[in-house]
């Protein structure tokens, strides 16, 4: 890889070479709340909500981030609404990311990307993005995969599941 992007968290700027913290894997889940949208995808919500409550376990294995094309204000202030707790959330106001990995129209539309970290050496693993040619008839769009939650995830990543490892029943 050969940007290192940067974006807003609620404790200020980082790169995505910070994002990984201790972790060898990154998925960055691109959601729709983009500064036009009076109100965040409900779609987007309704799965960063079940996210919130797996943050800890992900945690365990990867680091999992949120961006958004919104000011981090507006972006903590729905957080706050929303009640969540684990999430963290970052602003991607540049639109260089979002360009590079979610839709290079800059669209308002979701996308899940996995990074690895290998050896200091940062790499683009998988994507995927909803666009309007996935919904069936009479439906929204969807894909990006539909990642609810902790499974999905730790599926589409490069070691997958541990098959001695299962989430902490206490934190």
């Known amino acids: 890889m050969t940007t290192d992007y940067h974006f807003v968290g609620e404790a200020g700027q980082a790169s995505l ?6 972790k060898d894997t990154l998925v960055v889940y ?5 500064p036009q949208r009076k109100n965040p995808c409900p779609m987007c919500t309704s799965s960063m909500t079940s996210l919130d409550a797996k943050q800890r376990d992900f945690e365990q294995n990867i680091a999992l981030i949120m961006v958004a094309r919104s000011p981090i204000e507006r972006l903590v202030e729905e957080k706050n609404a929303r009640g969540w707790k684990q ?3 970052y602003s991607d106001m ?22 690895t970290r290998r050896d200091g050496t940062i790499r683009y693993f998988r994507s995927q993005e909803v666009g309007a040619g996935m919904a069936d008839t009479g439906q929204d769009p969807h894909g990006a995969p539909d990642i609810d939650p902790l499974w999905t995830i730790l599926d589409t990543t490069p ?3 541990a098959r ?8």
């Open 94 to 115: 540049s639109g260089a990311y979002t360009r590079d990995y979610v839709s290079a129209e800059n669209g308002d539309i979701a996308g899940y990307t996995v990074f």
């Open 17 to 22: 070479s910070d994002l990984f913290g201790e």
């Open 164 to 171: 001695t490892w299962y989430p902490n029943l206490r934190y």
């Open 159 to 161: 070691d997958g599941r």
């Open 30 to 34: 691109s959601y729709m709340f983009g």
């Open 87 to 89: 999430l963290k959330i």
